[in-house]
């Protein structure tokens, strides 16, 4: 099958930055792919480049099987959504989502018609005849979001639509541009540095730092099997073990973690590692059990309660264990079982969920 | 302050005194409207001045805005730090630019044996007075007004969004598109404030034309100048100046009040 | 440009291109021209190209005594006004930009007055105004002359900068236990330090420049330079008033460098 969208080695050199490194990455049709990183990973930048307002240092990019480094924005048939929405303030509502489809001469009924649709998308109908900055953030998102999809774009480009708005908002949002995309089956680059966000809404996500992709696919994946510290850290929180391989087979390896104690983790399929090597084992912190005398799993370590934090629907225990801190996530059934300070607690977990992470 | 109102003051109310030979200026306290009339009723020749005074400072500054426009985008939007910085720092240096050197700097060029007759004595054509021309005061003029002009819509083009201009040409609109559309439309009102700006400037200039028009194009400024040093008619000056600076002070209100009415729509 | 970009792209961008490098080519050459003819051996005007090369038109504006005295009067007048306009513009953007008060809008109408008036009107209404006054004294009188015509660009020099000034850091000073007085001494002078030397600047070149208001102050024995060559320029066109042209045109170098190293040249544009 040959991608709908495909990136080759494209590089973007800012003086003497390289701000993005040999990016390479293949989308189907319909598919949504998050670029997710913190701020300055080149995220950003790579959405621009496929928009055609960065000219690649090198590399090329390809819409439809067909290459189009040389064409400049208005040629391509992308629609970019804009964190600043990027409203136009003298124009209505109207024209503003209208604007796209001008461009390409449409006629006017036609552009009626379309227009229409696309506030529907949005649930703005009714709102034509109103100006930006008579709309509130959400609306004017949503507005930015109805022009993009008007013109029917080979592909989507959203950069971090969501950041300006609120947290209780952003999340129904989210929701609501997934929905959209997949009613359209319109493919889809969505940037963010939210890594909840991620999750939720990508088909498949490309995860990167420092201008590289340093992990790509789906949620679950990157989420469940992390390759790098960088990406057990960055997505989900991780408890990092430092140790080293005593033994490895193919179904279970064995790490040493220093006073003797020993724990057990899953081994990677794609790599072997060695005795003696140094590793580091990741552990989510809502993946730990933690009680008073253990329940007998073959990971267990002994420790005393340092903090309790209570969030509402979650506490979240420190445990002390010796020279390192283990973050621990529970849901609260009531608050007579919550541990207490000073408690000395045994933490468990299954081997299922021990990913060894190579150690940088 | 107070004396530059007080003094303004005076000069309205001079303007309706009576012109007593000898006396420089008087302290009478008579009211009359002959001066207005000697100069704008009798004869047709100061309306003529002001007539030339407008119509010459209007093309200088229609030419002006329109060639700093591109320098003063260029400022702002070029991608290149080096344009950005060259073409900046010409501009301001230039601003700064005594308005002397200017007008000096002209006449080298305009005049007699200057930089254009040199060049076309040498190409066998004969000697031409272009000094004392309209077109070599418009020239001295829009010399003058570029800098000035360049400075003031800076501010205006800056104000657009170039989000706004990425978006539009990320929706098909051509570069071209995209500047009619949008970056046009969104600085057309600090575009006019400081075309009315730089008119105003342009109207009041004195030692341009004093030079360039060579003593046969006049524009207000001298004329009031000219005929108060001629003699010394304090009077006759102060009416000549209320005249100058309404009619400038009414075309600017006027062409922007009805600018703002075209544009009302978005502001 | 790739062929992708539209006709119309591509033509205008030739276009703009055409027009930009005309305009500055435009606005630098003709500076080139006076400094060519500064260095004319000849006693006048005469055709191009230069027979020679001759400092005699420097030496002649050097040693004249009406042109270096006009000199020293433009300096010390430029000086004082520019000093003077810049302290009055201090207090006057401060309560304009801090405070709200009823007649604030007319009051800055005011003062930025002069910038719409012709120089030569306010210079004739002057030069009534203080006659009737009794002020004889030239130098008094342009000296007024100047402040008011250089207030306003200090005025507006000065309001850019104190606009976007962060109030909590006077805040944070007066709730550590500074005075009004010694806030605006120790925290908002010291910022919006630039913009000040700025308007001096400003103040200083502008009042350089004038002839129209000064031609009608002066007196026989008190004028300033660009008077002086005005009068010069009445009788004769010789190169001195270019080798003057070329001095002055250092100094403005040397505004472009203030400029620069203090307030910087993008924020004096307003970029």
């Known amino acids: ?360 | 302050m107070f004396p530059f109102l007080g003094a303004l003051v005076m000069l309205i109310v001079e303007s309706f005194q009576t012109y007593i030979h000898g006396g420089i200026i008087q302290v009478s306290y008579s009211f009359t409207l002959e001066n207005y009339v000697t100069y704008f009723g009798k004869t047709f020749v100061y309306y003529g001045f002001l007539w030339d005074t407008i119509r010459l400072a209007g093309i200088a500054v229609v030419i002006s805005v329109l060639m700093a426009y591109p320098m003063a985008y260029k400022i702002i939007r070029s991608k290149s730090k080096m344009v950005k910085k060259i073409l900046l720092t010409t501009t301001i240096a230039l601003f700064f630019v005594s308005t002397t050197t200017k007008v000096y700097s002209w006449v080298v060029i305009l005049g007699d044996a200057g930089v254009v007759n040199s060049i076309m004595m040498f190409l066998g054509f004969h000697q031409t007075r272009y000094l004392g021309s309209d077109a070599a005061i418009i020239i001295g003029l829009i010399y003058f007004l570029i800098p000035i002009a360049t400075l003031a819509l800076i501010g205006p083009i800056k104000n657009v969004d170039p989000l706004l201009e990425q978006g539009a040409m990320n929706l098909g609109a051509t570069m071209t598109k995209t500047f009619l559309r949008i970056t046009l439309p969104l600085s057309m009102p600090g575009i006019i404030a400081s075309t009315l700006l730089v008119y105003a400037i342009g109207v009041s200039s004195f030692i341009i034309p004093a030079f360039l028009g060579r003593g046969l194009v006049f524009m207000m400024a001298n004329v009031i100048y000219k005929r108060f040093s001629e003699t010394f008619n304090y009077p006759g000056g102060a009416a000549l100046s209320v005249v100058l600076v309404g009619t400038t002070l009414f075309m600017a209100y006027g062409i922007g009040a009805i600018m703002m009415k075209k544009m009302r729509g978005f502001r | ?271």
């Not at chain 1, 701000?19 to 790579?46: I, Y």
């Not at chain 3, 405070?99 to 306010?122: A, C, R």
């Open chain 1, 1 to 360: 099958m040959s991608a709908y969208l495909e990136l080759v080695a494209l590089s973007k050199r800012f003086g003497s930055s390289l701000v993005v490194d040999s990016v390479s990455l293949q989308m189907g049709k319909g598919e949504l792919l998050t670029l997710l990183g913190p701020s300055g990973c080149g995220k950003t930048t790579t959405l621009r480049m496929i928009a055609g307002f960065e000219m690649p240092t090198s590399g090329d990019i390809y819409i439809k099987g067909e290459r189009v480094n040389d064409k400049p924005p208005y040629r391509r048939n992308t629609a970019m959504v804009f964190q600043s929405y990027a409203l136009f303030p003298h124009m209505t509502i109207f024209k503003n989502v209208a604007f796209g489809l001008e461009m390409r001469k449409e006629s006017r009924q036609n552009i009626g018609q379309r227009v229409g649709h696309a506030l529907d998308l949005v649930q703005l109908r009714g709102f034509e005849d109103r100006y930006p900055r008579q709309l509130s953030g959400g609306q004017q998102q949503r507005v930015a979001l109805a022009r993009a999809l008007a013109v029917e774009p080979d592909i989507l480009l959203l950069d971090e639509p969501l950041s300006n708005i609120d947290q209780k908002l952003r999340q129904q949002m989210r929701l609501e541009i997934k929905a959209i995309q997949r009613r359209l089956g319109i493919t889809t680059v969505y940037v963010t540095h939210d890594q909840g966000e991620a999750l939720v809404i990508s088909d498949r996500l490309a995860v990167m730092n420092k201008g590289r992709i340093v992990q790509a696919g789906s949620p679950s994946e990157v989420y469940e099997s992390p390759r790098s510290r960088f990406v057990a850290d960055f997505i989900g929180e991780a408890n990092l073990i430092t140790g080293t391989v005593l033994k490895s087979n193919k179904t279970r390896v064995e790490v040493g973690i220093g006073d003797g104690q020993v724990v057990f983790a899953l081994p990677d399929p794609e790599k072997s590692v060695r005795e003696k090597e140094r590793v580091l084992v990741s552990i989510r912190p809502e993946r730990i059990q933690i009680s008073k005398t253990g329940l007998g799993e073959r990971n267990s370590l002994v420790g005393t309660v340092e903090e309790v934090i209570y969030i509402g629907s979650n506490v979240r225990y420190h445990i002390g264990l010796g020279k390192s801190i283990m973050v621990v996530d529970k849901q609260v059934i009531s608050l007579d079982t919550l541990h207490q300070v000073g408690d000395k607690v045994v933490v468990e977990w299954s081997e299922a969920n021990a990913i060894l992470v190579p150690a940088e």
């Open chain 3, 1 to 271: 440009m790739a062929s992708h970009y539209s006709i119309t792209d591509r033509l205008g961008r030739v276009a703009v291109s055409v027009v930009l490098a005309f305009t500055f080519l435009f606005l630098v050459l003709p500076l080139a021209a006076t400094l060519m003819i500064s260095f004319d051996p000849r006693a006048y005007l005469a055709y191009l190209p230069l027979p020679g090369f001759s400092l005699r038109w420097y030496q002649s504006f050097l040693e004249s005594p009406r042109f270096m005295d006009g000199l020293r009067i433009s300096l010390l007048i430029g000086g004082i006004a520019a000093m003077t306009s810049t302290i009055v513009a201090i207090f006057a953007s401060y309560s304009m930009v801090r405070y709200d008060f009823k007649g604030k809008e007319t009051l800055n109408t005011i003062f930025l007055s002069p910038m719409i008036v012709p120089e030569v009107v306010t210079g004739f209404a002057l030069l009534g105004f203080l006659t009737i006054l009794g002020l004889r004294a030239s130098f008094v009188k342009l000296l007024i002359g100047h402040i008011i015509i250089v207030l306003p660009y200090a005025i507006r020099t000065v309001s850019a900068t104190l606009v976007g000034f962060d109030r909590s850091l006077e805040e944070a000073a007066l709730n550590l236990r500074a005075t009004p007085v010694q806030t605006f001494l120790k925290v908002t002078l010291p910022l919006i330090k630039p913009g000040v030397i700025a308007a001096v600047v400003f103040a200083f070149a502008t009042s350089l420049d004038d002839v129209a208001v000064s031609i009608f102050l002066v007196d026989p024995f008190t004028t300033t330079l660009p008077v002086a060559l005005f009068a010069y320029m009445k009788a004769k066109f010789d190169p001195t008033v270019a080798a003057a042209s070329i001095l002055l045109t250092g100094f403005t170098f040397g505004f472009i460098l203030a400029l620069e190293k203090t307030l910087g040249l993008d924020r004096f544009a307003g970029i």
